[in-house]
């Protein structure tokens, strides 16, 4: 069992875990993730980690309350315990060792590429943050950001805070003004495939990670395949990092809604259990 | 030696094969209950006095562990249930489970004398019987575990293999600890295999002995992900390494469309059910996407498994397609003919050419090709030619591919002094199941590239026994060397 030794609400819905979890601690890298299950009934669900600590042992979170899963994650508390956290899994983020990395983080994504500006950072690397989010109540991780990073800039769609529109209006001026390396950018589907676009023409390295439908995490089953350059790749086993240039995202959106009336069923069936126990009590 | 058997050789030849009760095919294809319902002590009894007892029993040369079959069939006769099943764990740890899944046909039931006139000795469905039978007095009896020599093993995989391996190694004194990649023991066994041809407590009761035996097993734990060989060699304090992943990396069509939601990898789709329990959606979280028309492609154990766990959910139709004919069929007969009892639709000599999509990305149809058979190939069997012009389409909504399995590379990856052929699948030493690095062994199929339980449990017995010979050279052990070898098959 993992027990949750904190839980902080960041934004509507979307929570950040410590969670106990020495052996994924132990051999976690940049990019990486945990495959999780809460119980014995309970599915297996990918997440990244935000961060970890290989003395202490335990591994950061950030869910995003978006279904059936992560929202019953969302209402657990300090003390709970996770059935399983399997890791680390995938393999770890390959970045252009030299110039300026901009990581480019949307809703979890914000909290996934920390690890990789930690990493870039501490190699003396200038590094760049970019935070998108459609309002400002909803910008994760921003403290995280700003004391990992050079410079930092916010997005929000509706403009209540820093730059208004999408990432890529913070991202395109860098492009004349920076000598740029690499980007990494994580996060829902459209983000990544608008940052891409904006730096295919460039040739500038532009790494996304996939967030494919998984089952195993570990190459058993090919339910979270992509095609990437052309080729069926298994996003858990060859990344889920990939050259942003060349994933097909057109797919990548309609395989993520492979479930989408059993995500409901499920919901609702949740939410009428809901309601028997409060007549209950 | 004066057999308790009442019967002559004669009146045993003229007695008939005793048919294991089944459950309705209208019945079962509404549950995951087991199909087969066990023999009753009589049946049992009566069909172990068919046996002639040979003098040179042929049947034990069809048996990759080498179980003493004629032996444990007159324990029968004698009504020593319990003895009967000893008598097998001598050889086989996992007798409920191989009497269940072994291809008896092709194995020991195969040479059984009387099969050369009549129909041969149900050995599969005895040994089911006793080790049963064992079970339900209450009182599995646990093996002997040696002195314990100081020597600590870890064991990658709880397949056949690795329950094999591991048990083999506590017998003899090490210290036994697993590592297994999902969050439930059992490999295949459990997550490709339906209940309703293995029940869960079946293989719980069996792995329960190994735990008993002080065997200690982590879970969530992926060798090449969480911990190496290396490490495990080098900073964990392991003496010696047993791998027995499996071949566990699904193979695809290439063909036009194969990503299509709705297109599933036999392994994620039994996977999704046996395992996550997708049946039971949403009381279980984990979903399935089973819809009225389902296509299997392939004619193996694991095309019959998804094809009759599919019937199941209750589509309308399920389908099965396969390039050869039935005779060329790889699957257990026992399973080829309850899919066609259950109702599956075979289409022999028929390939899939393209999966055609509705405008959600969701198969909707698949477009299919009749073929004739040709020249025999390499592995001896007629290949397979399409006949041009022959297409035809189907309307499907969910497809099953059960292609076969490559080496999944999260260990020989991680680990490259390991060396694969070029299909991925590990190199061994034939003789002792060592691989190129020195102190790791593996059998399964990871050597193998997919074969059978028992055939995997053989080569894990081998491997064991090498990797015990190792341990007692290398570390100086007062124990006697083993020969390791067994007849071959
Ligand atoms: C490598 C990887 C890392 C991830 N990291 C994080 C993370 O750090 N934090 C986080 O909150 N989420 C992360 N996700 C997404 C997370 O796994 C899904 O949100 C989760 O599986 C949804 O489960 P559910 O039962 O709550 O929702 P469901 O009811 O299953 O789905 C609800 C909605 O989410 C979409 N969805 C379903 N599965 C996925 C998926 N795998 N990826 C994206 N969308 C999906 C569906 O289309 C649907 O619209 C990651 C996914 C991957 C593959
Ligand atoms: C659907 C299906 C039906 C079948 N039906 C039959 C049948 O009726 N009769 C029969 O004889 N055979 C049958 N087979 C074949 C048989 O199941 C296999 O030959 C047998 O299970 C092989 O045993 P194994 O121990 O080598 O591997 P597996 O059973 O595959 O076990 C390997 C285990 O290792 C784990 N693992 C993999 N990689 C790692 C890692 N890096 N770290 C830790 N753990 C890891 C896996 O999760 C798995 O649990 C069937 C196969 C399938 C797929
Ligand atoms: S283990 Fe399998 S092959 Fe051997 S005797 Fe039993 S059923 Fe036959
Ligand atoms: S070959 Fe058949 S008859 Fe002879 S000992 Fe074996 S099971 Fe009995
Ligand atoms: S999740 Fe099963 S292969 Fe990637």
Redesign the interface.
């Known amino acids: 069992m993992h027990k949750i030794i904190e839980r902080t609400d960041v934004a509507p819905d979307t929570v950040m875990f410590r969670i106990e979890a020495p052996m994924v601690a132990r051999k976690a890298q940049p990019g990486h993730f945990v495959i999780i299950r809460i119980d014995d009934d309970g599915e297996r669900i990918p997440l990244s980690l935000a961060e970890w600590h290989r003395e202490d042992g335990w591994i950061r979170l950030i869910v995003q309350g978006v279904g059936y899963t992560t929202k019953r994650l969302n209402a657990m508390t300090v003390g709970d315990a996770l059935l399983d956290v399997v890791g680390p899994l995938g393999r770890r983020t390959e970045l252009p060792e030299n110039d300026t990395l901009v990581v480019i983080g949307g809703g979890y994504g914000a909290g996934a590429v920390l690890p990789n500006a930690r990493e870039a950072r501490a190699q003396g690397r200038r590094v760049i943050g970019i935070i998108g989010a459609r309002t400002k109540d909803l910008v994760l991780v921003e403290d995280d950001m700003r004391s990992i990073c050079d410079d930092t800039y916010i997005t929000t769609n509706d403009g209540s805070y820093g730059i208004k529109g999408f990432v890529t209006h913070a991202l395109e001026p860098l492009l004349e003004t920076e000598t740029i390396g690499a980007i990494l950018a994580v996060g829902p589907v459209p983000m990544m495939r608008a940052v891409s676009d904006l730096t295919r023409e460039k040739q500038i390295p532009t790494i996304v990670s996939l967030n494919a439908v998984m089952v195993d995490g570990t190459g058993m089953c090919g339910g979270c395949r992509v095609t990437v350059g052309g080729e069926t790749k298994f996003a858990c086993f060859h990344g889920p990092d990939f050259d942003g240039h060349q994933v097909n995202y057109d797919e990548l959106v309609l395989r993520q809604k492979m479930y989408a009336a059993q995500e409901k069923a499920a919901l609702d069936h949740s939410c009428k259990i809901d309601e028997q126990v409060a007549t209950l009590t | 030696m004066t057999s308790a058997n009442p019967l002559t050789p004669k009146e045993r030849m003229q007695v008939p094969r005793q048919q294991m009760p089944e459950q309705d095919a209208q019945d079962r294809v509404r549950n995951f209950t087991e199909v087969p319902l066990g023999l009753t002590p009589d049946m049992a009894m009566l069909e172990a006095r068919r046996c002639l007892e040979c003098r040179k029993p042929t049947c034990m040369s069809g048996c990759p562990v080498g179980v003493d079959i004629p032996a444990f069939l007159t324990l029968i006769v004698e009504g020593k249930f319990v003895e009967a099943a000893w008598k097998i764990k001598e050889t086989n740890i996992l007798p409920a489970i191989c009497g269940r899944v072994c291809p008896q046909d092709e194995q020991c039931e195969k040479l059984c004398l009387v099969g050369k006139k009549k129909h041969p000795i149900g050995i599969g469905m005895l040994e089911r019987f006793v080790a049963d039978y064992e079970r339900s007095t209450g009182e599995v009896r646990i093996p002997n575990v040696g002195e314990p020599t100081g020597c600590k093993v870890a064991v990658v995989g709880s397949g056949p293999a690795g329950l094999t391996a591991a048990f083999e190694l506590a017998k003899r004194g090490h210290t036994v600890t697993i590592f297994e990649?999902?969050?439930r023991p059992g490999g295949v066994l459990f997550y490709g295999i339906p209940r309703f041809r293995l029940p869960a407590e079946v293989i719980e009761a069996e792995i329960d002995v190994l735990k008993q035996m002080g065997v200690e097993i982590i879970?969530?734990?992926?060798v090449g992900?969480?911990?190496t060989i290396d490490e495990l060699l080098n900073e964990e304090g392991c003496d010696a390494i047993f791998v027995g992943t499996g071949a566990?990396?699904?193979w695809?069509t290439?063909l036009p469309g194969?990503?299509l939601?709705?297109i599933?990898?036999a392994?994620?789709y039994l996977?999704?059910i046996n395992l996550?329990?997708a049946d039971?959606?949403?009381?279980?979280?984990?979903?399935v996407?089973c819809g009225q028309r389902v296509a299997v492609i392939g004619a193996g154990n694991t095309a019959m498994d998804a094809a009759r766990v599919s019937l199941r959910m209750s589509p309308e139709e399920v389908h099965i397609f396969y390039r050869r004919t039935r005779n060329e069929a790889p699957a257990r007969t026992e399973e080829l003919e309850h899919a066609i009892q259950e109702g599956v639709q075979f289409h022999w000599l028929t390939a899939p050419t393209r999966f055609i999509g509705d405008d959600?990305?969701f198969v909707k149809q698949i477009e299919v090709q009749k073929m004739e058979l040709g020249e025999p190939d390499a592995s001896g069997r007629r290949r397979p030619v399409p006949i041009p012009g022959s297409e035809e389409v189907y309307d499907v909504d969910t497809v099953v591919l059960a292609l076969g399995f490559g080496v999944?590379?999260?260990i020989t990856d991680s680990t490259p002094e390991i060396e694969t052929n070029k299909w991925g699948v590990v190199q061994v030493n034939k003789e002792t199941g060592e691989t190129s690095k020195e102190g790791v062994f593996a059998a399964g199929d990871v050597i193998t590239g997919g074969a059978t339980v028992i055939l995997a449990m053989g080569q894990a017995r081998t491997a064991a026994l090498g990797l015990h010979n190792w341990l007692i050279e290398r570390k100086g052990l007062d124990m006697p060397v083993e020969a390791t070898a067994l007849e071959a098959v």
Request: proline share 12%; glycine share 4%; charged share 10%.
């Open positions: 990649a999902l969050h879970l969530n734990a992926p992900k969480v911990v566990g990396l699904p695809f290439n194969e990503n939601n709705g599933y990898s392994n994620e996977t999704r996550m329990r039971q959606f949403p009381n279980n979280a984990t979903p996407y959600n990305y999944n590379p999260l």
